[in-house]
Nanobody
Framework: QLQASGGGLVQVGGSLRLSCTASDRTFYNGAMGWFRQAPGKDREFVAVFRWREYYGESVKGRFTISRDNAKNTVYLQMNSLKSEDTAVYYC???????????????????WGQGTLVTVSS
C-alpha cells in the first residue's frame, strides 16, 4: 500500500531523495510522511505533510518533504546529511492524524517496508 524507495549509501554532507507512493488515494489524501529508526534507538518522527509540512527538530533546515498529487507520491529531500541520519526510514500514512498527534507512531495506520539510508564519514 505504501512503496518507499531511494535509500542508499551517501557520504557525510551529501544528499538523497526518498520517495513514497501510495497505492490508494485515500492514504495519500490524509497525512503522509516519514519516521526513522537508527540502530539501537527508538523510532523517531522525521517529517509529515498534513495540510502543510511538519519536521522533527533534528532535521529542520536540512530535509524537505514535498508532494506530487498526480503520482500519489511524497518525497523527502535530505541534504547536508550527517552520520546520525543513518537509519531505516519508514513511510507512513494516516487519515486521522491531527496536529497534536502527528509525531506519534500510533497516529499512523499504514507503514511502508522501510528503506535504509547509510551516511558514511
Amino acid at each position: 500500500q505504501l512503496q518507499a524507495s531511494g535509500g542508499g549509501l551517501v557520504q557525510v554532507g551529501g544528499s538523497l531523495r526518498l520517495s513514497c507512493t501510495a497505492s490508494d488515494r485515500t492514504f495519500y489524501n490524509g497525512a503522509m510522511g516519514w519516521f526513522r529508526q537508527a540502530p539501537g534507538k527508538d523510532r523517531e518522527f522525521v517529517a509529515v505533510f498534513r495540510w502543510r509540512e511538519y519536521y522533527g527538530e533534528s532535521v529542520k533546515g536540512r530535509f524537505t518533504i514535498s508532494r506530487d498529487n498526480a503520482k500519489n507520491t511524497v518525497y523527502l529531500q535530505m541534504n547536508s546529511l550527517k552520520s546520525e541520519d543513518t537509519a531505516v526510514y519508514y513511510c507512513v500514512a494516516g487519515n486521522r492524524v491531527i496536529v497534536s498527534t502527528l509525531t506519534r507512531e500510533t497516529a499512523y495506520d499504514v507503514w511502508g517496508q522501510g528503506t535504509l539510508v547509510t551516511v558514511s564519514s
